[in-house]
């Protein structure tokens, strides 16, 4: 009888178990992506930042903060088109389904396998906000709700708080209608892409105008951010290729780079930036009202850094830290609160993360890793190398690699006009600091003096053992990935 009992409650209780584990709602995704934010504007990477993000502060601080979170590159000048193909798909960069690599290297129909596609098929309510174009449109359409508009205005109705509206309307309409099913919701943002028309307040905030004549400099004002600790009033050499656009035709900045141009620009770029974590604000708010908070995970991203200013430099396509780096903060079930990796991700492994987080399986065309274990903190990286490219333009133009501290970037452009090679160790000199940055006309303008050793380190004669070594690193990266280009000096017979 006691027998007949204990068997007769382990065949109740593990129907029990199994249930209540189908039955345990799926968490929620929210993927916060902004259009060309630098992680060095954020106080969580950049504690001597000027801009004021007091809801991405709090984010960090109740999740996780990645440090070496990188976009893998772009074959064109609009960096954001292949870097939000590879978010969608998981596929590296030369094998998307555009770009050179397209016909070798690419599976057909690969929308029905990207973010919303695979989430739709395991029963989530996707729904998406965010600009218009430079975007992957075949995945984009696979939302099954999808209000996209590119809004850079310094208004409600033409910037950044459209966005929020969209997912606030969505989230009241699943409310109204009682809905249970899991979500994911892709809210990005249009800014603060140029051009960067803040609101009347966050201007007066920081000092800036939205200055529209090229012929005037913006008024000079105490309250503009300081320059950046790495500004340069040109880049060393030719970076990129003639008409490059971010270089020469953003509105308010144009080819200028002088301290007021910039200053003023930085002021624009954080206004913008700050109505962001406003908008973020308003959403995460409403989500903790829905008692939705706890069984999401949130997620705040980029496409790609940006310069603005930086190494005299305005755009994103160039490799140094600020532009290559994107910034990524998670907060979700299981995750630390304040803590943070080095992780070594790129954007494309958000996929196969999104589908180990809730439990479903990456589609087979997915190339990326996830990175699950390191947001539980049983690992503190997926890999070991890091790659990127910058190959508008003139080809093959700009590639990086790095491992542990050591960074190299390598520069073929203008035909081979421009061939430069720069090492930098990323722990004795996080902001890539060049002999430029050491004249005293930089100096006393940006208020930081470098140390000596703070330098490129490609022409050092110490260093020459560990040149050779990133760049063997960096052959065999270009060959792993179907890199269609080779450098000048290296081998092209496997091409
Ligand atoms: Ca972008």
Redesign the pocket.
């Known amino acids: 009888m006691k027998l007949a009992t204990s068997f007769l409650a382990t065949l109740i209780l593990f129907p029990l178990v199994t249930t209540q584990a189908s039955d345990s709602p799926k968490p929620n995704i929210l993927f916060i992506i ?3 934010q630098s992680p060095m504007d954020l106080a969580v990477y950049n504690p001597q930042t000027s801009l004021q993000t007091p809801v991405l502060d709090k984010l960090a601080a109740e999740g996780m903060v990645i440090e070496g979170a990188y976009h893998m590159g772009a074959f064109q000048g ?3 088109t292949p ?2 193909h590879m978010i969608m798909s998981g596929r590296t960069v030369w094998h998307l389904p555009i770009g050179p690599g397209v016909d070798r290297h690419c599976p057909p129909d690969l929308e029905q396998n990207t973010i919303p596609a695979v989430f739709n098929r395991a029963g989530y309510a996707t729904m998406r906000t965010c ?1 218009s174009g ?1 975007s992957y449109e075949a995945a984009n359409k696979q939302f099954t709700v999808r209000h996209d508009a590119s809004k850079r205005g310094g208004t409600e109705e033409t910037g950044s708080a459209w966005h929020a509206e969209q997912v606030l309307n969505y989230l009241h309409e699943r409310e109204a209608n009682r809905d249970t099913k899991p979500f994911l919701i892709y809210f990005g943002f249009s800014h603060p ?1 140029d051009t960067r028309d803040g609101t009347p307040e966050l201007l007066a905030q920081y000092g800036a105008v939205n200055h529209t004549d090229k012929d005037s400099l913006p008024p000079a004002n105490d309250k503009q951010p300081p320059l950046p600790s790495n500004y340069l009033p040109a880049h060393p050499f030719p970076d990129g290729h003639p008409g490059l656009r971010d270089e020469v035709a953003v509105s308010g900045v144009w080819d200028k780079r002088d301290p007021r141009t910039i200053r003023n620009e930085i002021g624009r770029y954080n206004a913008c930036s700050e109505n962001i974590d406003i908008q973020i604000g308003r959403v995460l708010e409403k989500l903790a009202a829905m008692d939705e908070l706890d069984n999401t995970y949130i997620i705040y991203t ?3 850094g ?1 310069a603005v200013g930086r190494h005299g430099l305005q755009g ?1 396509q160039n490799l140094y830290e600020h532009t290559w780096r994107v910034p990524f903060i998670v907060k979700g079930p299981g995750i630390q609160p304040a803590s943070r990796a080095t992780g070594n991700i790129y954007l494309l492994d958000t996929l196969a993360t999104l589908c180990d987080l809730v439990g479903i399986e990456a589609p087979d065309s997915n190339e990326g890793i996830s990175f699950k274990s390191v947001l539980e903190g049983k690992r503190s990286t997926i890999r070991d190398v890091m790659y990127g490219v910058y190959s508008g333009g003139t080809k093959p133009g700009m590639r990086s690699v790095r491992q542990g501290d050591w960074k190299l970037i390598e520069y073929d452009g203008l035909d081979g006009v421009v061939r430069e090679k720069q090492l930098f160790n990323l722990a004795e000199n996080p902001n890539e600091f060049l002999g430029q940055h050491h004249a005293p006309s930089v100096i006393a303008l940006t208020g930081v003096t470098p140390e000596a050793e703070q330098v490129n380190l490609a022409g050092d004669p110490r260093y020459a053992d560990k040149l050779a070594e990133m760049e063997t690193l960096l052959l065999a990266e270009m060959r792993r990935l179907d890199d269609p280009y080779r450098l000048w000096y290296q081998p092209t017979d496997d091409l």
Do not use: L, P
Request: with cysteine; charged share 40%; aromatic share 0%.
């Open positions: 902004a259009d060309d609009a960096v954001c870097s939000r600009k430079n892409h980029s496409d790609h940006i994103k």
